[in-house]
């Protein structure tokens, strides 16, 4: 009797489950191509009841390892299009000639375009808008140093720009 129950109980599960896979498709493994080597290739393909068969694609799941970025601000140049950048400002040594504090005042000033832009806007001459401030920096009693000559200390503020490209002759 409970093995005639249990039978019964078993063709209703599978019993619905038979005539809706006949109704909406079944799993087949059918041939799908040939490897470069000539063997088949089989794979489980998924077919209706109407014979249409196709095989599944696998999810695509993307990974984002990296920093999202949400939104950005886009920088103004002053003067992009030529290749020029805002203006930078440093001071140089302290010396006893004006020339030698501005000798030094525009080594600072490569150095710092250096450090903050690189190597290609370091050289002054391809600057623009330079300007030199001078002034005494002696501070002892009347600006006077032991020799009695007064020390110079200059600021130089300047655009640093791009160099000019230069085109090779198409002619070599």
């Not at 799908?32 to 999810?59: I, K, M, S, W």
């Not at 190597?119 to 032991?146: H, P, Q, W």
Request: aromatic share 8%; hydrophobic share 35%.
């Amino acid at each position: 009797m409970k093995l005639t129950a249990l039978l019964f109980v078993v063709a209703l599960i599978l019993l619905p489950a038979q005539s809706r896979s006949q109704e909406w498709g079944h799993w087949e493994l059918r041939l799908v191509g040939y490897h470069q080597d000539g063997r088949p290739h089989y794979a489980r393909v998924y077919c209706r009841g109407e014979g249409r068969c196709f095989r599944p694609r696998r999810p695509v799941v993307t990974r984002h390892d990296a920093t999202r970025v949400y939104g950005y601000e886009r920088r103004e140049y002053g003067d992009e299009a030529s290749g020029c950048r805002e203006l930078r400002r440093a001071v140089g040594d302290q010396h006893l000639t004006v020339d030698g504090a501005k000798k030094a005042a525009n080594e600072a000033w490569a150095g710092t375009v250096r450090f903050h832009l690189g190597e290609k806007f370091m050289d002054l001459a391809n600057a623009r808008n330079i300007v030199y401030t001078c002034s005494r920096s002696s501070i002892k009693e009347g600006g006077v140093t032991t020799l009695g000559q007064t020390l110079t200390r200059c600021e130089v503020e300047a655009q640093p720009c791009h160099p000019p490209r230069e085109h090779e002759a198409a002619d070599k």
